[in-house]
């Protein structure tokens, strides 16, 4: 259930993009004069893929970058381009990604360097099958010789093997070459580190049952499912400063870093639960600071130092990283 | 008892599912890269995006010395976050041209005055052309340009502290 939930999320969620304040390329929601090559160009940007946005193609796309898109497009067709040339200039710019019928019509690749002997080659994509089909067989076989599989079986079996050849054939991409790249930055050791962090602010005694389960999720950087049971626990004990702070947190790192309304709301609950405490203050700064406002961050640490009785024990960890902060500024030109 | 083996292509029927399924539920990479790494960059020519650096055109880029090109804008909050690293890399000796993408002068003052201002030259982007032409599929982006004008490398996002010496290395690289 859950791979389905995450399946739709990946499916509905929409890019959180800025906006600019310019506005739209003149032909991007202006049709052409000419309803003949209107035709033309509304037939190519019905195909072509907004980058931006995944599911939909340009025709149907808000984003500025596909409003250029369809600028671009009417205005080479209007100058007597072929729909068929700027999609292969497209493609020769983003690939296959770039138009829905990247499958159907391929454009011609720039010829590898194939040294002096120039032989006629065998298509790309028909050799690449050879593997596939060879492993099929040797499939067949070795449940035929090793396996003793009766002979009843094979029509059976055949069957089943085709029907994978059929799934590869349909999502396969054999000719593309591989390409292995580096781990993604891991989400669960942020979320570990957020935890920890705040615990050295909370602890040493263990925070309430349920915010131990929740880091537990946000440890493994689920952070909807941690914000989930901490509103559970803030249904039974609504001024739990800890809990709160715990949510806020949650909030944040499921919006990637993003500081949301909501999040701002349960850090000023947090706030308002505990007042006195490093803990909000301190995440809502560097909060802040992930959102590049760097100038409100600094204000704010700066007023809670002020306010900080002179023994409080986090007065010196949070001194030295407004100055870190200073120097994040005067570094970045402020 | 030899019935166990008429469950063979069950068997094999559930791999495959179990392969399809798998697939289905790994997280997938969103980056469209540009295909354009390894070509000459195009014939382009900008007006300056701000009052106090000039803008951008082909000529610029083919002046011998390799380049990073900036692709941001003063709307793109990410841009801001890798504003620290440019500096970084503009401290470096990396020379960095910028593309602003759909700005405003006076937007793009402000940035600068706030985040400061690692370029040489900025051309504005008024309708992405540029940003089409050479497979750039958002803000931020920087490219590698050696000094012939020609593509390099790519890399899709805002600059972390980590690609500051892939970057610095891919320059070097550019320029032998």
Redesign the interface.
Known sequence: VR?FV??LL?LTALPLA?????PP?PYAYRQLEDPALEARAQGLMETLRC??C?SQSIADSDA??AG??R??VRTRIAAGEDPEAIREW??????D??SYLAAIRRPARPARDRGSLDLAPVPEDRVTFVPILLLAAA?FAF?VVA????R??WA??G???L??LT?YALQGSPGQAGSP?AA?DDLASQGAELVEARRAIYGPAPPSRFVTVADGFARRGQFADAAGILRGSLEKQPDDPEALLALANALMEHADGQLTPAAVYAYEQAERAGPGQPGPGFFLGVALI???RLVQARSLWAGMLEKAPADAPWRDGLAERLDRLDA?IA???? | M?GW??F???G??AL?LGI??YQ??Q????F?????IGRPMPEFAMRPASPDRPGLSLADLKDGTPKLLNIW?S???PC??E??HL?TLRARGAPIVGVA????PE?VAAFLE????PFDRIGAD????L?????S??VPETFVIDGDGTIRYQHIGDIRESDVPVLMEKLREAGT
Not at chain 1, 147 to 150: A, E, M, V
Not at chain 2, 27 to 30: A, G, I, L, R, S
Not at chain 2, 126 to 129: A, G, H, N, T
Request: glycine fraction near 8%.
């Open positions: 791979a995450i399946l990946a800025a906006q600019d304040a310019m390329a980058l931006k995944q500025p970058m250029d898109m600028h671009q497209m493609m020769t710019r983003y690939g990604y770039v499939a449940a396996l003793r599989l009766p009843p079986a059976l079996l069957a089943t093997l029907f994978g799934g790249k993604a992930r959102s590049g994040l570094q970045s030109g402020a | 030899k083996r008429f063979v292509p069950l094999v029927f495959f399809a399924g289905l539920t997280p997938k990479d969103d469209v890269r540009s295909e354009m804008a709307w793109c909050i801001a976050a504003a620290p500096a993408i759909r700005d405003r937007d706030r985040y400061g201002n008024d309708l992405s052309e940003q089409l032409a050479i497979g599929s958002g």
